[in-house]
Antibody, heavy 119, light 106 residues
Framework: QVQLVQSGAEVKKPGASVKVSCKAS????????IHWVRQAPGQRLEWMGW????????KYSQKFQGRVTITRDTSTSTAYMELSSLRSEDTAMYYC????????????WGQGTLVTVSS | DIQMTQSPSSLSASVGDRLSISCRAG??????LNWYQQKPGKAPKLLIF???SLQSGVPSRFSGSGSGTDFTLTITSLQPEDFATYYC????????FGQGTKVEIK
């Protein structure tokens, strides 16, 4: 079955960077894009950006432009999201999700990675 | 960015009730509107795509309608497992989510 498995929880200090991984299985990785979404405690889902699994092209939300970098490794079917210059407001659950179908839906999602930013 | 606004933000309902959740887009998005269900501590799950198409495996008590800027998610005969938060998402230009509607037990 199609599955996305993310790396474990992280605790970072303000100003640091974090890199979260998302390993795909059960489908051809290069056929679909991977999106990254975050959810701060009690807040709505927030789209961060995506990467084309085939050609590696990326698109980022304006809010995160300049602070987020999404990459992928086709040899391991893994996508990565790196967020820099972390601040307390970046404390959130970070999800990856596969772009699916012509409607551009997110299916499935990874299990989520909790990133805590604290001094 | 296309703004997405859901209403209400929360509602209380009983098992067996019929309920509707609205989602309004800041500009026309045709039918590029999807609905997700999220339970506490879990990743969201796709329910409806393309405004009205039911995702495989999702019970038929869930339905979606609308086009352009106004959309509705309807749940007929609410079941105990349906108490969750529901999000709309536009996939017309990049992606944006509504603020969510929390469905609680009355």
């Amino acid at each position: 079955q199609v599955q996305l498995v993310q790396s474990g929880a992280e605790v970072k200090k303000p100003g640091a960077s974090v890199k979260v991984s998302c390993k795909a299985s059960g489908y051809t990785f290069t056929n679909n894009a991977i999106h990254w979404v975050r959810q701060a405690p009690g807040q709505r889902l927030e789209w961060m950006g995506w990467i084309n699994g085939g050609n590696g092209n990326t698109k980022y939300s304006q809010k995160f432009q300049g602070r987020v970098t999404i990459t992928r490794d086709t040899s391991t079917s893994t996508a990565y999201m790196e967020l820099s210059s972390l601040r307390s407001e970046d404390t959130a659950m970070y999800y990856c999700a596969r772009n699916s179908g012509s409607a551009g839906t997110f299916d499935p999602w990874g299990q989520g990675t909790l990133v805590t930013v604290s001094s | 960015d296309i703004q997405m606004t859901q209403s209400p933000s929360s509602l209380s309902a009983s098992v067996g009730d019929r309920l509707s959740i609205s989602c309004r887009a800041g500009q026309s998005i045709s039918t590029y509107l999807n609905w997700y269900q999220q339970k506490p501590g879990k990743a969201p799950k796709l329910l409806i795509f393309g405004a009205s198409s039911l995702q495989s495996g999702v019970p038929s008590r869930f339905s979606g309608s609308g086009s352009g800027t106004d959309f509705t998610l309807t749940i007929t005969s609410l079941q105990p497992e349906d108490f969750a938060t529901y999000y709309c998402q536009q996939s017309y230009s990049n992606r944006t989510f509504g603020q969510g509607t929390k469905v609680e037990i009355k």
